[in-house]
């Protein structure tokens, strides 16, 4: 059973740093792309970062430069470091992740991790 657990958000200052793990179980990450996303109050979730398999990342504007994802898969996990935060940043951070030699088109997702960035 594919199971993705999400950790490490909390309440961070404005230009403070948090680190978000994703710990995968059930399946061989290597084989996976994978990505955060996140959702903010009334508002549709959005993707953040993804890694794809061969190594690939990717970050929407709003976070390059600030956000790196990073992928250990002999650990199986899936890391979102975030430094300088905004209170923009604020919003329930999802991991998910797609087999990338799969036709079925699944995506599996995590139950998400709140990220608050407030003063």
């Known amino acids: 059973q594919v199971q993705f657990v999400e950790s490490g958000g909390g309440l961070v200052q404005p230009g403070g740093s948090l680190t978000l793990s994703c710990a995968a179980s059930?399946?061989?990450?290597?084989?996976?792309?994978m990505a955060w996303y996140r959702q903010a109050p009334g508002k549709q979730r959005e993707l953040v970062a993804s890694?794809?398999?061969?190594?690939?990342?990717n970050y929407v504007d709003s976070v390059k430069g600030r956000f790196t994802i990073s992928r250990d898969n002999a650990k199986s996990t899936v890391n979102l470091q975030m430094n300088n935060l905004k209170p923009e940043d604020t919003a329930v951070y999802y991991c998910?992740?797609?087999?990338?030699?799969?036709?079925?088109?699944?995506?599996?997702w995590g139950q998400g991790t709140q990220v608050t960035v407030s003063s």
């Open positions: 998910s992740g797609l087999n990338a030699y799969s036709s079925s088109g699944r995506i599996s």
């Open positions: 059930g399946i061989t990450l290597s084989f996976w792309n």
């Open positions: 890694t794809i398999v061969g190594g690939t990342t």
